[in-house]
Every structure is written in C-alpha cells, then in structure tokens.
C-alpha cells in the first residue's frame, strides 16, 4: 500500500516525502513541475535513500489520475498540488479556481471510484480572513478575501459533506501558518520564482546580495513594533505534522481541520533581527505602505494539533533563520540554475 503525495515535489510536499520516506512509508508522488523541478525528486532519493513511483501530469487530467489508482494500490492521499499566490490569484481567478478546484474534484472523484477513504489536505491559515481575533481556533467561522483563499474554503467544505456522506471517509485539512526554513541537509529548499513574494525568501535573497533591501509593508499596525505580526514554522515541524495526520487518518473517520503553527508570533522587524543575529548578516529595509490585503497580526491556537495529532512545532526562530540561509546560500538561485532544459 502507498500514500500519494500529490505535488510531492513542491516546497512543502517534498519536505513531507522525506519524513514518510523516513518513517517506511510507500510512496507516490504526482507532479507537474509548474513550481518546481525535477531535481528535487533526485535530492528526495539522496538524502532517504529511497525510491517512489513519480508520475508527472497535471491534476486537472482526470483520466490520468485515475490510471494511477488503477494501477498503483493507494492506501491515502496528502493532497499538496496547487497554485498558492495571493497576488496572482485576484488577477487569474479563472486559471486558480481551475487549477485548485478540478484538481482536487478529480482526486476526490478517483478516490470515491476505488474505494479511498482518507485525504490530508493542505488548507492555510488564510480562510480566518480578517475579523477573527487571535489566536485563531478551528472553531471560528471562515472565510477568503480571494480566488486563492476561497479555494482552500470551498476544498473543505467539500470534504465536509463528503465526510457526512461517507461514514468511511477521513478528511484531515491542515492549515498551515507561515511556513519558513529548508531541510537541515541544505539540498531541498523554497525555490521561488522571480521576485518572492514572502518575507523568509526576499530577506535571504537580500542576505545574499541578489536583492537590494528589503520593503517593509507597513509600520503603523497595533503590534509591538507597528510591523505585521505572524506565526513562523519550520517547513519540518509541519512535514512532520503529516506524518501524524496520516496516522490520524489511519484510526478515525470523519472531518476535521486543524492548525499547524507555533502559537507564537513575531513580527517583521523581530524576523529581519532574528535572521541577522542567527547568520551574522546585515539586511537593509525600507518602510513602505501597507500591502493590500494584509492584517495586522495572525498566529494560531495549536492546541487541536497537540491534543488529536500529538504534535508541536520542535525548531525555534533561530533554527528557521539558519536552515533558511543555509539553503540560501547552497542554492544561490534555487533549482533553476541545475535546470538543464
Ligand atoms: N512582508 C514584508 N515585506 C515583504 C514580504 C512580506 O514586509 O517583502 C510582511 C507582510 O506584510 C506580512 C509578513 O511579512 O506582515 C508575512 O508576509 P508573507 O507574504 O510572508 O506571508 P502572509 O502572512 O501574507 O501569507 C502567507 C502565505 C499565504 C497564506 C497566508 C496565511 O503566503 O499563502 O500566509 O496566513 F495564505
């Protein structure tokens, strides 16, 4: 039996590859390289030395997946893939919902056809939305801002009444905080494309002399320092979190969500002084404007994820920061430059 990981090869797909590897688990992974490269499956090999059945497709090919059920015996499914940009998604709601949607519609569909009953699903902190007080809980109602934020809410709500129709079916949606930090072996890392959009990789790329400074969205919130305030986590507590999710999914059924952060936040400028305490590096910033769209502080309750998956996040900011460079400055231009077609 094997756990498909589909997008096993992005940024926290592939982090999570390893620790089931590490752990014995069989797996599959689906991938369609459209933000990652095949490289990463090469690194995944190196450092478990283990091998997996690898398929590269899109998604949205129905028949595809379902020729991999056929012919794989899939045990349960961690459903990674999908386009995750806040930015991009207001100016592509058609290509996000499709992408996002379809793909998880036809994973759900394959799985109902031979007889799947569990999903881990990879939801974000972002369908709290603005209004709820933190730290968020579970509990609290939710909620998007756009196309990419409803497409995690529209996903669990699915798995919600798929979950009330199926007294065999187990849907863990896990949503994750702000995921930060690289692999302790420095090979697997966020690789983003073009300019980042997240504050951990533009202040590494500024660490590394590739970007001027950084631009500080705002210092005018009701925070410690004026600058927004989130709950940082080590890409590998969160893989790990998975892990437990899986086992989970293995001994319950039914539908639930559940956080993964620290239930710690820090802010932007605490973030810029912790990566130049933890490396020794200076990093220049500018205040700027606020970014449309972003609250002032967000960090979560993670007292679900201790009580029912028997997991807390490990790696302190300190260790996010170091393992961070040290991706960084292995891979000065992430995978691109291994790119060879
Ligand atoms: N920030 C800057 N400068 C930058 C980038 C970010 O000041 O160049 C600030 C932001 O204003 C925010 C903080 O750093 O206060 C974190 O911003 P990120 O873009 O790193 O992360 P977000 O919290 O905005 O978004 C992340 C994910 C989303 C997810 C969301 C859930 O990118 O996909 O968390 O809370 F939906």
């Known amino acids: ?154 996903t669990e709500i699915m798995l919600a009444d798929i979950a009330k129709a199926s007294p065999d079916f187990c849907a863990v949606s896990l949503r994750y905080f702000n995921p930060v930090g690289a692999h302790a072996s420095g090979k697997i890392g966020e690789s983003p494309v073009g300019t980042p959009n997240n504050l951990m990789p533009y202040i590494s790329q500024v660490a590394a002399g590739k970007l001027d400074h950084l631009a500080i969205f705002g210092n005018d919130y009701d925070t410690i320092d004026g600058t927004g305030v989130r709950d940082y986590i080590h890409v590998v507590d969160l893989a790990r979190g998975h892990l437990n999710a899986l086992n989970y999914t293995l001994q319950h059924t039914g539908n639930i969500a559940i956080n993964l952060g620290t239930g710690q936040g820090y802010s932007v400028l605490e973030m810029v002084h912790a990566f130049e305490k933890a490396n020794h590096v200076t990093i220049p910033y500018t205040i700027q404007p606020r970014r449309a769209g972003d609250i002032a502080t967000g960090y979560a309750d993670p007292t679900k994820a201790k009580q029912l998956l028997h997991w807390e996040a490990t790696h302190t900011l300190e260790e996010m920061c170091a393992s961070a460079w040290h991706w960084q400055k292995n891979n000065p231009n992430g995978y691109s430059e291994n790119h060879t077609n």
Request: with cysteine.
């Open 1 to 154: 039996m094997s756990i498909l990981i589909t997008g096993g090869a992005g940024y926290i797909g592939s982090h999570t590859a390893i620790k089931l590897l590490e752990a014995g688990y069989d797996i599959v992974i689906i991938d369609d390289f459209s933000n990652s490269h095949p490289i990463v499956l090469d690194r995944i090999r190196e450092i478990t030395g283990k091998d997996f059945t690898f398929y590269e497709f899109n998604l949205c090919n129905a028949q595809k997946i379902e020729q991999v059920f056929a012919k794989e015996s899939i045990e349960a499914v961690i459903h990674f893939a999908g386009f995750k940009a806040v930015g991009e998604s207001v100016k592509q709601p058609i290509t996000y919902y499709q992408n996002n949607l379809i793909a998880v519609l036809n994973v759900l569909h394959a799985m109902h056809q031979f007889h799947v009953n569990r999903i881990i699903f990879s939801s974000s902190a972002t369908v709290y939305g603005y209004d709820n007080p933190v730290p968020f809980t579970e509990e609290m109602p939710i909620s998007a801002t756009n196309p990419y934020g409803y497409s995690k809410v529209f």
